[in-house]
């Protein structure tokens, strides 16, 4: 480590930060030490609340107005950018320290076209009008944008979400910064654009020599992107090593439990995934001892009293008492077979009921949004003034079966969850719901039904009424069914004792709950009615690694003890593969394949589904993503439907057969059906 | 849980901490408090029977007798702006509530019912809000003779497109919420989203606004008596003060004046009192909902 200290660009030691709250002093950062080693990508990962984006923003002085430094310094070359004053930061940013924002949409202005927005970048420098605008056409040309010299001029609205982030990293690009800091850079983006990204960022890397500082949760994308890592927990550095030393070779029980926790490393089929129960300590609280103490598996009682000694090895530093000192453990860290985390023997539950009557069938669903006003369409002659967002949809739920929807954003999904639960019109098909056809419903016969039909939303805490509390959005449910003669105490306690949420609980308000606690709230509300089946609409967005395996399990519990089906609908790809009994891919609303859900990971059919699967980054650094180059572009937009198949713009394997006609469903099993001319494996094999 | 709950009461009491070292807002609840005060408790305050006339006293300056003088029947001037003060607050409280009450209903229907329904209130709002306060009183009540319940009707009429407006708005965007479709996917009534889940939700700025709104009604009741057209001589009104002050402004200037300054003291007392709660209660300045 020494011996690289002249090619460290930039060095954080003892960096220590207080927030100034009316909740009181959070303590925010302590002690925070790491080297950035020159042309390197170091990654800093940590769940929410680790503070890795306040130690990202502290280095390019870019802190909340209620942030106060208490100590440290953050060196860049001869400089410690923490007490440089105001001119002297304006000097570096941008020119020699740049930034890539999580979302493009809300970091580029929208009333600038780039070319606009890219040659003010480069206001320092003594250039022609023409010579700024020729850079900002190469650097566009360099990260990928088709079409460099027009597109230029178009304006952030008329990119897509890829291209924006694209075009994001290539105005950060322009000015050829030594250090360019990227914050959760994939984050808005789907699977197959992140792998694009990365690939990117790496490129660029190579090309113009940057050190890239990214910030993230996602251990698939530090696993491919970065070189060196450094974990972060509740405001300090656990651990910080060589990729491969982190992920292979992990020596600080957090990290060890986060890598055990990511569902992409779990190969078994078992339901229950791994959880490091507890949640992040109060950091307005005086802390003592290991700040991960009260949520480790191997703590021991001094760990909550003594510091931990900082122990170094070849390529980092951890943190922990099992490593070094008394409290030494030689059997730590044990060998990587050895699950270190709390996880439940999961009885491999097979899908009991596999040939019952289907509880829901949806046949030939189609929903359509409008694009203009009926008038304004018949004067200027449209024949179709809408777009299909769900084109011929056709799904079988049975009872006690979980099936997973799964597609990139923009694919009709939640569309289609809604629809089913007649929060949406549908322009045709039909929707049963134990036989009868309950589509387009009106709200007064459809209600009986609202009780065997309930919806979880996306976001835990967005989709509680937010001056309600949690006892009383618990009860809600019963109270708009008719609660004559229940206690609603007794009720509201069942059901906090159901979903495991502490009764304390129900005197608290929608903003007070952590993302997991809320997502319980919503379980809760769910379940109230006893439904026969449960929407449920990214169930782990927004809850970090660690807590998600805790809502999915209980969910699978539930369903053991409710006989409850489940309609997951997720872009979470690892995530489905242990919940799931059944797949559905979904592409611009229409469904290409479906089958259980081994089947469709071991052999997909559809040429997407297997990008898909193959696109899903694997937190295994000798494992990074080989065929990033198979799946090219974004989902097209619905107003721009291919005529053939939906794919096919996309697809490495198009023909031209492909771009004629939509392909029809076939049966290849009994219980497996795709949507491709010339399926993956049975091309060679005709049936019928 | 408990440290849970002395957060939540330190966030309060930060927030009275900061309203109270607030120089405006202090001076707001002073006036406003006076206000409320002298009103409720006139009949035991006032020192003569505001209509009692006193022939021999008439048109008598200020004095330690008469502290705000006579009026040329010699009734004392202070009694009667105090029992006047009992006709303004009778009217902002009514009126301000009542206004309140239906803008913020009509609001939240514009906001979350259909797109026509939307358009047809905001249409009747704006051609409410086009019409002078004071020419549509004058004109019914040449239709319906001068009285007290003209000019309260007329208030809560003309004041209703502000508060339904900033209802609508606020409504508007709760609409696509998540929080509200899980609810519509629960089953809920159309009534009961509105009333349990939006309302909490928008009534927030709508009270500022009534705040605010109190001395707008309050100089309408006064402006109308002025003309003659609301409250009815002998009853005190500080309008009928300012009248009666008005055609002896040369002699006993002390009448306009006494009637004019509670006028200016409730706009200030509740403008200030407003503006702090907005600032203290305003989404961007604090911590979220």
């Given amino acids: 480590m020494k011996d690289l200290a002249n090619n460290t660009l930039l060095n954080i030691e003892g960096l220590t930060l207080d927030f100034l709250t009316n909740r009181g002093r959070?303590?925010?950062?302590?002690?925070?030490?790491?080297?950035?080693?020159?042309?390197?990508?170091?990654?800093?990962?940590?769940?929410?609340?680790?503070?890795?984006?306040?130690?990202?923003?502290?280095?390019?002085?870019?802190?909340?107005?209620?942030?106060?430094?208490?100590?440290?310094?953050?060196?860049?070359?001869?400089?410690?950018?923490?007490?440089?004053?105001?001119?002297?930061?304006?000097?570096?940013?941008?020119?020699?320290?740049?930034?890539?924002?999580?979302?493009?949409?809300?970091?580029?202005?929208?009333?600038?076209p780039y070319a606009q927005q890219m040659s003010d970048i480069l206001y320092r420098r003594s250039m022609s009008e023409a010579d700024k605008r020729k850079a900002a056409v190469d650097m566009l040309r360099r990260v990928g944008i088709p079409d460099p010299e027009s597109r230029v001029d178009a304006y952030p609205h008329e990119f897509s979400g890829g291209m924006r982030q694209r075009a994001g990293i290539a105005m950060s690009m322009l000015t050829g910064p030594n250090l360019l800091l990227a914050d959760e850079p994939t984050t808005a983006l789907d699977v197959t654009m992140e792998a694009q990204m990365i690939d990117l960022m790496r490129g660029l890397r190579?090309?113009?020599?940057?050190?890239?500082?990214?910030?993230?949760?996602?251990?698939?994308?530090?696993?491919?992107?970065?070189?060196?890592?450094?974990?972060?927990?509740?405001?300090?550095?656990?651990?910080?090593?060589?990729?491969?030393?982190?992920?292979?070779?992990?020596?600080?029980p957090y990290t060890r439990a986060l890598l055990e926790c990511d569902p992409a490393r779990i190969t078994d089929v078992s339901r229950k995934l791994p959880v490091i129960p507890g949640d992040i300590p109060d950091l307005t609280a005086s802390l003592s001892g290991c700040i991960f103490a009260s949520r480790c598996q191997k703590a021991l009682p001094a760990c909550s009293t003594t510091a931990p000694p900082l122990v170094e090895r070849g390529t980092g530093i951890a943190r922990c008492h099992l490593l070094e000192g008394p409290l030494a453990d030689p059997s730590w860290p044990p060998p990587a077979e050895v699950s270190t985390v709390m996880r439940d023997t999961g009885k491999t539950l097979e899908a009991s009921v596999k040939d019952a009557k289907p509880l829901l069938e949806v046949r030939?669903?189609?929903?359509?949004?409008?694009?203009?006003?009926?008038?304004?369409?018949?004067?200027r002659g449209v024949e179709r003034p809408f777009v299909d967002a769900v084109l011929d949809v056709s799904l079988d739920i049975r009872p006690s079966e979980t099936l997973a929807l799964v597609g990139e954003s923009g694919s009709g999904k939640t569309t289609l969850g809604r629809t089913i639960l007649n929060l949406q019109d549908a322009a045709g098909g039909s929707v049963r719901f134990e036989g009868n056809d309950i589509r387009n419903m009106s709200e007064r016969r459809f209600k009986p039904l609202r009780r065997d039909l309930a919806m979880m939303f996306q976001d835990p805490v967005g989709s509680l009424s937010p001056r309600k509390s949690v006892r009383a959005l618990i009860t809600e449910p019963l109270l708009i069914h008719g609660a004559e003669g229940r206690n609603l105490d007794f009720e509201a306690e069942r059901l906090a004792d159901m979903v495991r949420l502490p009764r304390g609980f129900l005197s608290r308000y929608p903003h007070e709950l952590s993302g997991g606690q809320a997502r319980r709230v919503g379980v809760a509300r769910a379940l109230a009615l006893n439904p026969r089946l449960i929407v449920a609409d990214e169930p782990t967005a927004g809850l970090d690694v660690s807590v998600q395996g805790e809502i999915l399990n209980l969910m699978a519990d539930l369903q053991e003890e409710h006989g409850l089906s489940y309609l997951i609908i997720t872009h979470n790809l690892p995530v489905v593969r242990h919940i799931a009994d059944r797949i559905a891919i979904m592409y611009l609303g229409r469904i290409v394949e479906e089958g259980p859900a081994a089947e469709v990971f071991a052999r997909p059919a559809h040429p997407y589904t297997r990008a898909l699967v193959e696109g899903v980054p694997q937190p295994d650094p000798d494992r990074r993503r080989q065929n990033t180059g198979t799946i090219k572009g974004e989902v097209p937009s619905l107003l721009r439907r291919p005529k053939g198949c939906d794919f096919a713009t996309r697809c490495p394997l198009a023909r031209d057969a492909c771009r004629e006609a939509k392909p029809e469903h076939r049966q290849i099993a009994p219980d497996h059906r795709h949507a491709c001319l010339f399926p993956l494996r049975y091309a060679d094999q005709q049936i019928t | 849980m408990p440290e849970d709950r002395e957060s939540a009461g330190r966030e309060r009491r930060e927030k009275l901490k900061r309203f109270l070292t607030d120089w405006q807002a202090v001076t707001g609840l002073v006036l406003v408090?006076?206000?409320?005060?002298?009103?409720?408790?006139?009949?035991?305050?006032?020192?003569?029977?505001?209509?009692?006339?006193?022939?021999?006293?008439?048109?008598?300056?200020?004095?330690w007798v008469h502290i705000a003088g006579t009026d040329q029947l010699g009734r004392d001037t202070f009694s009667r702006i105090l029992h006047g003060g009992r006709v303004a607050l009778y009217i902002a409280a009514i009126g301000v509530s009542a206004s309140l009450a239906i803008g913020l209903v009509l609001g939240m229907?514009?906001?979350?019912?259909?797109?026509?329904?939307?358009?047809?209130?905001?249409?009747?709002?704006?051609?409410?809000?086009?019409?002078?306060?004071?020419?549509?009183?004058?004109?019914?009540?040449?239709?319906?003779?001068?009285?007290?319940?003209?000019?309260?009707?007329?208030?809560?009429?003309?004041?209703?497109?502000?508060?339904?407006?900033?209802?609508?708005?606020?409504?508007?965007?709760?609409?696509?919420?998540?929080?509200?479709?899980?609810?519509?996917?629960?089953?809920?009534?159309?009534?009961?989203?509105l009333f349990q889940h939006v309302m909490p939700n928008v009534i927030g700025p709508l009270l500022i606004l009534a705040a605010m709104e109190v001395p707008v009604v309050v100089s309408i009741e006064a402006g109308l008596s002025f003309l003659g057209i609301g409250v009815l001589p002998p009853q005190a009104s500080w309008g009928t003060i300012l009248n009666e002050g008005y055609l002896v402004i040369r002699d006993a200037p002390w009448m306009v004046i006494a009637g004019g300054i509670p006028l200016i003291l409730t706009t200030l007392g509740f403008t200030f009192l407003g503006e702090a709660l907005r600032d203290i209660f305003d989404p961007r300045m604090g911590r979220g909902r």
């Avoid at chain 1, 530090?222 to 491969?244: F, K, L, Q, S």
């Avoid at chain 2, 029977?49 to 004095?63: E, F, K, Q, W």
């Avoid at chain 2, 009183?137 to 497109?161: F, K, M, N, R």
């Fill in chain 1, 26 to 112: 959070v303590k925010a950062l302590r002690d925070i030490a790491f080297p950035v080693r020159k042309g390197r990508i170091l990654g800093i990962v940590g769940e929410s609340g680790s503070g890795k984006s306040t130690v990202l923003w502290s280095i390019l002085g870019l802190l909340a107005g209620n942030a106060q430094v208490t100590a440290g310094r953050v060196d860049y070359g001869d400089k410690n950018l923490l007490t440089l004053n105001a001119e002297g930061l304006r000097a570096l940013r941008g020119e020699e320290i740049s930034v890539v924002f999580q979302d493009p949409m809300t970091s580029q202005i929208p009333v600038l």
């Fill in chain 1, 206 to 252: 190579d090309d113009f020599e940057t050190t890239i500082v990214v910030v993230s949760h996602n251990l698939g994308l530090i696993a491919e992107m970065c070189d060196d890592v450094v974990v972060m927990y509740a405001g300090e550095v656990v651990e910080t090593g060589e990729v491969h030393d982190i992920f292979h070779n992990a020596r600080h």
């Fill in chain 1, 364 to 379: 030939d669903l189609n929903v359509q949004f409008r694009t203009m006003g009926a008038m304004k369409s018949r004067l």
């Fill in chain 2, 33 to 63: 408090v006076l206000f409320f005060a002298s009103a409720i408790f006139a009949p035991w305050i006032a020192p003569y029977d505001p209509n009692a006339m006193d022939i021999p006293a008439r048109m008598s300056g200020p004095t």
């Fill in chain 2, 109 to 193: 229907i514009a906001g979350y019912g259909p797109r026509w329904l939307d358009n047809l209130l905001l249409l009747a709002f704006d051609a409410v809000r086009s019409l002078p306060a004071v020419i549509l009183a004058l004109a019914t009540v040449a239709l319906t003779g001068p009285s007290l319940t003209v000019v309260l009707a007329i208030v809560i009429l003309t004041t209703i497109p502000s508060y339904g407006r900033v209802a609508r708005t606020a409504t508007l965007a709760l609409r696509h919420t998540e929080f509200i479709l899980a609810e519509r996917s629960l089953g809920a009534s159309t009534s009961r989203i």
